[in-house]
């Protein structure tokens, strides 16, 4: 079957290779380590492995979102076991470079890169870093990867198990594969409910199953400061008399909307500015364009460094946050947010850390990436679904007349957030438990 698989693989890439290298082309991805791609792991590496006596977990997280996700259970997993050390796999540009960043300070955490599912390449990962556990993130459940592991007796398990309607009805079309992948699965827990039906669907056994709520809940800090926003705002101009609304990890053509809806509302409360944070790098190019059509002006946080005094941001300055890892600043800042990718359908962005921050949330309606916390949010008026701009625009309107009542919004979600809490916890147990079972 491996073999069968490396064929169909190579198939897929062929056809693929000409949009592969127009993306690599126009945006840059796609062109650094085909080395970690194809498995290797780097020598330095291997030295620092040979070094470590205790047990190795392989946790892989396919991009920044889930890499956050399960910072704090790496960190606690940490300190339950002093011995352990983490091979933590991403699949993403930024995701590799998010969790080096993360990181940098502890060796007891080694970051690669998650290679191609090709029968040669996941056997040189597993056979250099010898993991006795690995824990898959979400559904990055690939058959060759799983089928090497179970030829190594290596235990696999699925944590914050996510799967959309959508992708469902995919994955069914082609069952019989889904089921041997999930007969491989040692245990998932499991997002909520419908997930676990659909994970039984196809194929994985009930009695491996536990639903958890998202790590996501975990993670999101329940505070109404974040370290950095006040240096950020003062590089970017943003003052204490502007009503900041912040369209986070927004998807292609969400920028047009948004625009619309700020161009008319300013004319009626000119306090109000608008920042864009794409969610994907390669489209910041295609925000600053739609800006400028607009007849505004883009203010690139890029070109605006900490420690610099940027001049008060006028009604046609248009923020554009084009570097990583400071979204939650400018949530902070911010008197409300729209969470992207979500008019248009990419399945929506993370909410979750908004709601901690207590600031008053809407969306558009693709958002099945987040099911189960938009159900929450709505269902305690914490965040609004909207349909486009205009909507946009008039809800930003409502929340800038009545103050108290986006402040509630706020309260609310954050509230109903933190009752879902605890799930850290189970999977430190779930983990640390077949981890100690299955080494001396």
């Not at 040189?124 to 007796?153: D, G, M, S, T």
């Not at 235990?155 to 594969?177: M, Q």
């Amino acid at each position: 079957m491996g073999i069968l698989f490396d064929i169909m693989y190579l198939l897929a890439l062929v056809l693929a290779s000409p949009l592969i290298l127009y993306k690599s082309l126009r945006t840059g991805k796609y062109r650094s380590d085909w080395s970690g791609r194809l498995g290797h792991v780097p020598p330095v590496i291997k030295e620092q492995l040979n070094r470590v006596s205790g047990p190795r977990l392989l946790l892989h997280c396919v991009s920044v979102g889930e890499l956050l996700s399960t910072r704090l259970l790496v960190n606690r997993l940490l300190t339950e076991h002093p011995q352990l050390t983490i091979i933590l796999t991403t699949t993403t540009d930024t995701g590799t470079a998010r969790a080096k960043a993360l990181y940098a300070d502890t060796s007891r955490v080694v970051t690669l890169r998650y290679p191609l599912d090709f029968s040669s390449a996941v056997r040189r990962l597993l056979v250099a870093v010898k993991p006795n556990l690995i824990a898959l993130v979400e559904l990055e459940v690939w058959p060759n990867f799983v089928r090497a592991a179970a030829r190594r007796n290596i235990p696999v398990v699925i944590i914050n198990g996510r799967l959309t309607a959508r992708s469902f009805g995919r994955y069914r079309k082609v069952r019989p594969l889904c089921a041997a992948m999930f007969r491989r699965i040692a245990w998932a827990g499991v997002q909520s409910q419908d997930i676990a039906n659909y994970f039984a669907a196809l194929g994985m056994p009930q009695d491996r199953m536990r639903i958890v709520p998202t790590l996501k809940y975990d993670a999101a800090d329940l505070t109404n400061t974040v370290t950095g926003a006040e240096s950020l705002a003062e590089a970017l101009g943003i003052t204490d008399q502007h009503q900041l609304f912040v369209a986070g990890s927004t998807g292609p053509g969400e920028e047009e909307a948004l625009l619309r809806a700020y161009s008319r509302l300013v004319v009626r409360r000119p306090q109000l500015r608008l920042a864009i944070a794409p969610r994907k790098p390669e489209t910041v190019a295609g925000v600053l364009a739609a800006i400028s059509s607009g007849g505004f002006t883009p203010v690139r946080r890029s070109e605006h460094a900490d420690g610099t005094r940027g001049m008060p941001l006028s009604s046609e300055n248009i923020v554009v946050l084009d570097t990583l890892g400071e979204l939650r600043k400018l949530y902070a800042l911010s008197f409300a947010v729209f969470s992207g990718r979500s008019l248009v359908p990419l399945g929506g962005s993370d909410m979750i850390e908004v709601a901690a921050l207590a600031k008053p949330c809407c969306f558009g309606p693709h958002t099945g990436n987040f099911a189960e916390a938009v159900n929450l949010l709505l269902s305690v008026g914490g965040a609004c679904r909207v349909a486009d701009g205009n909507e946009i625009e008039n809800l930003l309107d409502r929340w800038l007349a009545n103050p108290s009542d986006a402040d509630a919004a706020g309260r609310a979600a954050r509230s109903v957030i933190a009752k879902q809490r605890g799930s850290t916890e189970v999977y430190i147990r779930e983990l640390l438990g077949r981890m100690r079972a299955i080494t001396p």
